[in-house]
């Protein structure tokens, strides 16, 4: 089956860094989901981006769908944006079936 | 418009017993799916309903069921609970199968 990878695994940054989160999927994909988990385990969609590039607010993401990847941008990093970063696929033919990477784990320090 | 709603936050149970989950999608929402966390397997999918009919079931044994009813809200069952089962239970809603899913606070079951 399809595989989905993320990287790095973990990251640390400084309030006010930049980083960029990378997911790797083995397969054509029809959509492609960014989340955001909250301490309380709640998964907070970040952007819906099968391909091209959309923004909101500090946040970024990038899909390119014939290289089979996507990016997340953050820029000016909060304490607040530490935490679980997943990307998801869904796959051609299998309904709504979300095929989730293993996630990043953000902390910012102030 | 309210999110997805689970029910209920937190439970205990002793193996042996069964559970069941319930979740409430999006207004409007036909297609629900759950999925199972934790932290040595991650986000795993369970099954995904549309219509009142399962649609795609994940590689789960058959103690893990599930039905959805005709306002589109859906239950998970768990029999026969075992400790691996303690997990976080997440329900998803979108308004078709394959269209962006929201997901809800989920239920934190622990198996004693």
């Known amino acids: 089956g399809i595989q989905v990878e993320q990287s790095p695994p973990d990251l640390i940054l400084q309030e006010g860094a930049n980083s960029t989160l990378r997911c790797n999927f083995s397969?054509?994909?029809?959509?492609l989901q960014w989340f955001h988990q909250n301490p309380w385990g709640q998964l907070i969609n970040l952007f819906y981006?099968?391909?091209g590039t959309k923004q909101n607010g500090r946040l970024s993401a990038t899909t390119v769908a014939t290289e089979r990847y996507s990016l997340l941008y953050i820029s000016s990093s909060q304490t607040t944006d530490s935490g679980v970063y997943f990307c998801?696929?869904?796959?051609?033919?299998?309904?709504?079936?979300?095929?989730f990477g293993q996630g990043t784990e953000l902390s910012v320090k102030p | 418009k309210a999110g997805v709603t689970q029910t209920p936050r937190y439970l205990i149970k002793t193996r042996g017993q069964q559970v069941t989950l319930s979740c409430s999608p999006i207004?409007?929402?036909?297609?629900v799916s759950w999925y199972q966390q934790t932290p040595g397997q991650g986000l795993q999918f369970l099954f995904e309903?549309?219509?009142?009919?399962?649609?795609n079931k994940g590689n789960f044994p058959g103690r893990f069921s599930g039905r959805q009813f005709s306002n589109s809200r859906s239950e998970m069952n768990v029999s026969t609970l075992e400790l691996g089962d303690s997990a976080l239970y997440l329900c998803?809603?979108?308004?078709?199968?394959?269209?962006?899913?929201?997901f809800g606070p989920g239920t934190r079951l622990t198996v004693l």
């Open positions: 998803a809603s979108s308004l078709d199968p394959g269209r962006e899913q929201f």
């Open positions: 397969d054509s994909v029809n959509n």
């Open positions: 981006i099968p391909s």
């Open positions: 998801a696929a869904l796959i051609y033919n299998q309904g709504g079936k979300l095929i």
């Open positions: 207004s409007g929402h036909r297609s």
């Open positions: 309903y549309f219509s009142e009919t399962q649609r």
